[in-house]
């Protein structure tokens, strides 16, 4: 198992929906709503008046065979939109219950 | 969830509550009524007394004054005013604005009930008129007839006024200028004597000849029947052989002591109309009719009545005000078109796609459509006012939807899907456009609150603009999203004509920005030389305040002149006749532009409430003039009323003359006149000093037709009874008086019915026995004992003039001298006149006063700046809750300074003066002019944030939001285009409206674009060095508390 958490832009909620769905990674939890700015070209996302937009976050479970579609696909997509921003970053499930 | 999230995730209820709105709204409009002006509550009551036959002074001291002293108990009483003249007393009060009219009339009413015991017998009981602009004739008609003159009175009342009068919404339907019949008895004086006959009893022998009178039911048989006496006359000559008296044994036949004349009233109306002898019928609209459906209905029937009529009878139309309301009505909806042309032209050009030009201007037609729907529910109609309103938010309605899909735009462009985008994107300008629009509001909502006339005229401004402005911001927050993200595409593939039409205008919004730019390098770089210059303009401006002259309503071309002419007092009313029908002629052949001419002279009869309330008697003679339209003819109204006045010099039979401008509108729409009010009891001291008054305005350039309210005191004979002789002879005054009265004024007898019509019978002393003082002196008064006495035993008939007019206002005397403004402002006139009239030697307890139209433009003015500086507080509040600070908004506040400068400026530059309507305009421009200034700093202020230097945010932000701010500026100056330019009817009313707002708007656009970025720089430099320098102190504080 891997845990892979996604930062992006509000914007791209609806379409990283729908990865997921294709890939058939069922288990997710999503913050609606949060702020941050990446570490060296990301735009901050504050949803304030001089940086208005907002970003969401993404905690997705997938299992290791899946893993590399799913970045790959999500690298996709924010190549195809690079400045709303996207960002995933994934790491090791040592147990789950 | 949010609005536009709900609006976007569900199109079709969005579409379709947007449908019900218009489809409500189309329905409203439908209902709506056309009309000039907005209902205007009236504020004016009028208590009419007649006394017949008593004097202006009569009237003065036994009606006038008694009831002036009760009335003057009214609650909101504002002005009482009061017209005593011959036969009756005409009281005027003016109230408060927005008072309960209702309430106020039963008021009234209450204490009229009181005094009413103490006015004299023979006065009729006082009657109340509620006047308003209902009261104002929708429709004059013509009727001109040759053989059926003497019966045209009974024809034109069947056959026109009655069928009139039907129509659903006439108020009603008098005649003039056709004499109503009426039975004299003419007696022969020296008969009567011979008989020991008098007057009195002769009449009441008449009265008691001419009875019905039921007898009761009787039972015969089976039945039973009713008995009457049926001894009413069937015919006038019947009467001839009533039996008056006995003498010697032989009865007196009515015949053997006088003449039965059945004709026409002695004293009547007579009408020309085009110079041809006829009648005139005025037809009056119920309360809160619509005067163009009536028309229509009026002249719709007019064929058909027409064939009813004899074939020498024919009717015309001398004015109909509906013409007038249709022709500006309609003249004001192709202004409104022509807003929403450019409006879209600009949009377009500016975005340069048609799916989002479609997305802006669907929130023109909804937002005005719906505001319809508030007209309809609150009873209001389509007028000059609610069309304006309509004309200024069309350029203002599309600013909330153009950032929402500015920025929306900016999200797709970014990469979102526009449904996201449409979401996101709105959610984060919907704190500013609701700001936004709360300035807006703070400048419209307020003239909902104004009072007085102008208050009447523009709150429904104020409503209107109010309610538009939040339906298009609800309409920006859900519908523009929901179509945005149905019609906007992430990739956009432009056509070939895109690219050869808009590669143009792209490269030259672009040089714009860029040099835009430019100059605001230069600007950051020179600050205090461009505050310095822009602070010049200003002051400059300021100086062009006092060549711009003030006056209240701008004068408006409705086609139609009134003139009312008065030749010397006592003048017979033939000599009137034909000295006006001279002038008639001349002046049809020399304007063609008269369509028709219509004149009337003579004493009015009691009973026609029409006539009498205006000046009548048989030297006035008062003409309505119809012109052609406006657009068909090159003189304008006031050139061809100036012609006539110079015209009328050459007529010296007229003392008076006085051409007004557009009808009798009341303060609006006429030529500008200033009144100048003498108070004082003393007639000759008054008189004296209107005279000066009068020749000091003549010989000031500008003024035309001054007139002095007092007319010339009017010669007429007294019977000075002497008591003790009559007290000798069993007589008192009032039995001596009447018996004059009577006399020679004529004893309605009784009446004489026929075909379902009354006709008074007069009995008098025949005309060839009333025509010398002689033949008043030998006027026989019985006593008790049936003793005759001659009226030279017990008086002396004496001549003394008297005036025929007594005015007084808030119960003192009054002499009013009123001049017609004509080509110069009323300013001058007013500066001039004052000028001089410090240096006349006025008397002491004599008083003068400017009134009319002054005094209701300083009012009005005074409101109106109140209403500024409430209006600045509140859209000052709004900015800085938006920004949360105090500099800020001051710093946008400036820009309102350059907005009155290009106001001065372009009243300047077009002639205008500063009147309501533009000042309405100035006001206005406080909210629209900010909005650039909010647009600007809030762009700058975003990049501080963002961590630019000052100077850097100033002009990457100006550069970026020159275009938002031009394209705003831009839909409404051009939205404001056909306004100042209109020249169809009524357009000289909102032309200095639609000046001003151009004006304003586009020099305070520029200057602010120059102006506020380099205050703000001075600002923030200052800010970042306050900061500094508490910072460095702080170090110090800190290092020295280290050392220690």
């Known amino acids: 198992m891997k845990a892979v958490f996604i930062a992006f832009d509000q914007a791209h909620y609806h379409n990283i929906i729908d990865i997921l769905d294709r890939l058939s990674c069922r288990g997710f939890t999503s913050w609606q709503q949060v702020n941050g700015r990446g570490s060296d070209t990301g735009e901050p996302h504050y949803g304030t008046h001089a940086w208005p937009s907002l970003a969401s976050a993404m905690m997705v479970m997938v299992e290791d065979r899946r893993l590399d579609a799913l970045l790959q696909r999500l690298s996709e997509l924010d190549a195809e939109r690079p400045k709303l921003g996207l960002r995933a970053f994934s790491w090791d499930i040592t147990r789950s219950i | ?1044």
């Open chain 2, 1 to 1044: 969830m949010s609005l536009y999230g709900g609006a976007v995730k569900r199109p079709i209820m969005t579409t379709l509550c947007f449908v019900a709105v218009v489809v409500l709204g189309l329905f409203s409009l439908s209902t709506l009524p056309i009309d000039l002006y907005p209902d205007i509550e009236t504020n004016t009551l009028m208590v009419m007394t007649t006394y017949q036959g008593a004097s202006a002074q009569d009237i003065e001291q036994n009606v006038t004054r008694p009831l002036e002293n009760t009335l003057n108990a009214v609650s909101d009483l504002k002005h009482i005013t009061s017209d005593s003249r011959e036969n009756i007393s005409v009281i005027t009060l003016e109230f408060e604005y927005g008072k309960d009219i209702d309430v106020l009339t039963n008021d009234v009413r209450d204490k009229l009930d009181l005094i009413s015991s103490a006015l004299p017998d023979d006065a009729e009981t006082p009657v109340i008129f509620k006047f308003s602009t209902d009261m104002i004739p929708i429709i004059l008609l013509s009727v001109s007839a040759t053989e059926s003159t003497p019966g045209l009175y009974k024809i034109l009342d069947d056959a026109v006024a009655n069928p009139l009068a039907r129509i659903s919404g006439v108020g009603s339907v008098s005649i003039s200028g056709a004499p109503k019949r009426e039975i004299h008895i003419y007696v022969d004086p020296a008969r009567l004597e011979a008989y020991g006959l008098s007057v009195e009893t002769v009449a009441q022998i008449i009265s008691a000849e001419n009875r019905n009178i039921p007898g009761g039911v009787i039972d015969i048989g089976s039945d039973t029947y009713s008995l009457r006496v049926q001894g009413e006359f069937t015919s006038s000559d019947r009467m001839a052989d009533i039996v008056v008296g006995s003498s010697g044994g032989r009865n007196i036949y009515l015949r053997d002591v006088a003449r039965i004349d059945d004709s026409l009233e002695e004293r009547s109306q007579t009408t020309y109309n085009n110079g041809e002898r006829g009648a005139m019928i005025i037809i009056q609209k119920q309360s809160g009719a619509n005067s163009v459906e009536i028309s229509d209905k009026v002249l719709k029937m007019l064929p058909s009545l027409q064939k009813r009529l004899p074939s020498d009878v024919k009717l015309g139309v001398i004015v109909d005000t509906s013409d007038n309301i249709r022709n500006t009505i309609d003249s004001l909806v192709e202004t409104v078109m022509y807003a929403l042309l450019f409006v879209v032209i600009v949009v377009f050009l500016f975005l340069g796609r048609w799916r989002a030009t479609l997305i802006i201007t669907l929130t023109i037609p909804i937002s005005l459509i719906a505001s319809f729907i508030y007209l309809a529910i609150t009873g209001n109609s389509l007028n000059i006012v609610s069309l304006s309103a309509l004309s200024i938010s069309i350029g203002m309605v599309v600013d909330d939807a153009i950032v929402v899909l500015e920025n929306v735009t900016t999200h797709i462009e970014r990469g979102s899907d526009p449904k996201q985008a449409a979401v996101h994107g709105t959610n984060e300008v919907a704190v500013s456009v609701v700001a936004s629009t709360l300035t807006l509001i703070a400048v419209f909502f307020p003239l909902t609150l104004v009072t007085g006339m102008t208050g009447v005229l523009f709150r429904q401004l104020g409503w209107m603009v109010t309610i538009m402005m939040i339906i298009s911001t609800i309409c920006a927050l859900s519908l523009t999203p929901m179509l945005c993200s149905l019609l906007l595409r992430r990739v956009n593939h432009h056509g070939r004509l895109y690219t050869l039409l808009f590669t143009p205008v792209n490269k030259g919004l672009d040089g714009l920005d860029n040099g835009y730019a430019r100059l605001l390098r230069l600007v950051t770089r020179h600050k205090t030389v461009t505050i310095l210059l822009c602070m010049a303009t200003f002051v400059l401006s300021l100086m062009l305040m006092g060549r711009v002259g003030t006056e209240f309503f701008p004068t408006a071309d409705d086609a139609r002149l009134s003139v009312n002419l008065e030749l010397p007092i006592g003048t017979r009313v033939e000599i009137a006749d034909s000295v006006t029908s001279r002038l008639v002629a001349e002046w049809r052949e020399k304007y063609p532009e008269i369509q028709v001419i219509n004149y009337t002279t003579g004493t009015a009869s009691s009973d026609n409430t029409f006539a009498s309330l205006s000046d009548n008697g048989p030297h006035i003679v008062s003409m309505n003039i119809r012109l052609s339209d406006p657009g068909d003819r090159e003189r304008g109204i006031t050139e061809i009323a100036g012609l006539m006045r110079r015209d009328l010099l050459a007529y010296p039979e007229y003392k008076k003359a006085r051409v007004n401008v557009g009808g009798n509108m009341g303060g609006m729409g006429g030529q500008a006149s200033v009144d100048f009010e003498i108070y004082g009891y003393d007639f000759a001291q008054t008189d004296s000093v209107a005279d000066r008054m009068r020749r000091m305005l003549a010989s000031l350039p500008g003024t035309a037709d001054i007139t002095v309210s007092r007319a010339d005191y009017q010669p007429e004979y007294q019977v000075d009874f002497d008591r003790e002789k009559l007290a000798i002879y069993g007589l008192n005054l009032s039995t001596a008086a009447n018996a004059l009265r009577n006399r020679i004024n004529g004893y309605t007898a009784s009446r004489f019915r026929e075909d379902g019509e009354e006709y008074d019978i007069k009995v008098m002393y025949s005309p060839e026995s009333r025509t010398s003082l002689a033949d008043i002196e030998n006027i026989l008064i019985y006593n008790q004992q049936g003793r005759g006495v001659r009226v030279r035993d017990v008086g002396k008939v004496v001549e003394r003039f008297s005036p025929p007019t007594i005015e007084r206002k808030d119960r003192e005397r009054i002499i009013t001298v009123t001049t017609v403004v004509e080509g110069v402002p009323m300013s001058q006139i007013i500066q001039q006149a004052t000028a001089e009239i410090d240096r006349m030697d006025i008397p002491q307890g004599i008083s003068v006063q400017l009134a009319g139209q002054y005094e209701d433009q300083q009012e009005s003015f005074a409101d109106l700046l109140l209403l500024a500086v409430l209006i600045l507080i509140l859209v000052y509040i709004v900015m800085a809750a938006q920004f949360e600070s105090y500099t800020y908004p001051a710093i946008i506040m400036t820009s309102v300074l350059f907005a009155f400068s290009g106001v001065f400026f372009m009243l300047y530059l077009t002639g205008h003066t500063l009147n309501v309507m533009s000042m309405i305009g100035a006001i206005m421009l406080i909210g629209i002019v900010v909005k650039n200034g909010i647009v600007l700093i809030d762009y700058i202020s975003l990049n501080r944030e963002r961590g630019m230097s000052v100077t850097r945010s100033v002009i990457q932000g100006g550069r970026s939001r020159l275009r938002p701010v031009v394209m705003t500026s831009l839909t409404t100056i051009l939205g404001m285009v056909p306004m100042a330019c209109g020249t169809g009817q009524g357009a000289e009313m909102w032309r200095p409206m639609g000046a001003a707002v151009i004006g304003g708007l586009t020099f305070s656009t520029i200057l602010t674009l120059l102006f506020v970025p380099a205050l703000y720089c001075v600002f923030a430099r200052n800010g970042i060095k306050n900061q500094r320098r508490k910072h460095h102190r702080s170090l110090r504080a800190a290092q020295k508390s280290a050392q220690s």
